[in-house]
T-cell receptor, first 111, second 115 residues
Framework: GQNIDQPTEMTATEGAIVQINCTYQTSGFNGLFWYQQHAGEAPTFLSY????GLEEKGRFSSFLSRSKGYSYLLLKELQMKDSASYLCAVSEIGSARQLTFGSGTQLTVLP | GAGVSQSPSNKVTEKGKDVELRCDPISGHTALYWYRQSLGQGLEFLIYFQGNSAPDKSGLPSDRFSAERTGGSVSTLTIQRTQQEDSAVYLC?????????????FGPGTRLLVL
């Protein structure tokens, strides 16, 4: 089984940097995903980490430490449109390939 | 189509009625997943289809829930004798081969409200 924890809510200012943390416990780690979900919309894929380190993709970066069961999503140069829920999801070896999701972090970007 | 589609987008039903939710995955994707998202919660896995293999139903919350996938493409999630606690957004996702670590692409969801 898996246990995934992330903060419920975060607030940041337009133009700033925000880091959303995710910790997980799993018996057979097979990758970690970050999804963005705007209110009333489907989750959309942001990033995937399976090896330790930082993956950078434009304004968004995702970091993984497998030994610590820890990941973070870093958002730079925040824009109002970045206000959304950010979902951390873990894929587990030997599972039926489904993802186990955290409850999501609701990010509000203020002007 | 270009993405995963689901219908209906919204469904309001009375307690005790049956409902059917439809999902059209991305063309060529062999893996299909159903999730449920209650208000303010993360996604809860329900069922997984991969090709012609028997589906993994381990996430279905009760025997009132069932799903099928016809012809390896379209899937229907059926909820019998709906209860108020079934009210949620039902999301469908597909991935190309159902391999671990593959990106899952989500449809817009069906918002179900049981009165």
């Amino acid at each position: 089984g898996q246990n995934i924890d992330q903060p419920t809510e975060m607030t940041a200012t337009e133009g700033a940097i925000v880091q959303i943390n995710c910790t997980y416990q799993t018996s057979g780690f097979n990758g970690l995903f970050w999804y963005q979900q705007h209110a009333g919309e489907a989750p959309t894929f942001l990033s995937y980490n399976v090896l330790d380190g930082l993956e950078e993709k434009g304004r968004f970066s995702s970091f993984l430490s497998r030994s610590k069961g820890y990941s973070y999503l870093l958002l730079k140069e925040l824009q109002m449109k970045d206000s959304a829920s950010y979902l951390c999801a873990v894929s587990e070896i030997g599972s039926a390939r489904q993802l186990t999701f955290g409850s999501g972090t609701q990010l509000t970007v203020l002007p | 189509g270009a993405g995963v589609s689901q219908s209906p987008s919204n469904k309001v039903t009375e307690k005790g009625k049956d409902v059917e939710l439809r999902c059209d995955p991305i063309s060529g994707h062999t893996a299909l997943y159903w999730y449920r998202q209650s208000l303010g919660q993360g996604l809860e896995f329900l069922i997984y289809f991969q090709g012609n293999s028997a589906p993994d139903k381990s996430g279905l919350p009760s025997d009132r829930f069932s799903a099928e996938r016809t012809g390896g493409s379209v899937s229907t999630l059926t909820i019998q004798r709906t209860q108020q606690e079934d009210s949620a957004v039902y999301l469908c996702a597909s991935s190309s081969r159902g391999q671990g670590g593959e990106t899952q692409y989500f449809g817009p969801g069906t918002r179900l409200l049981v009165l």
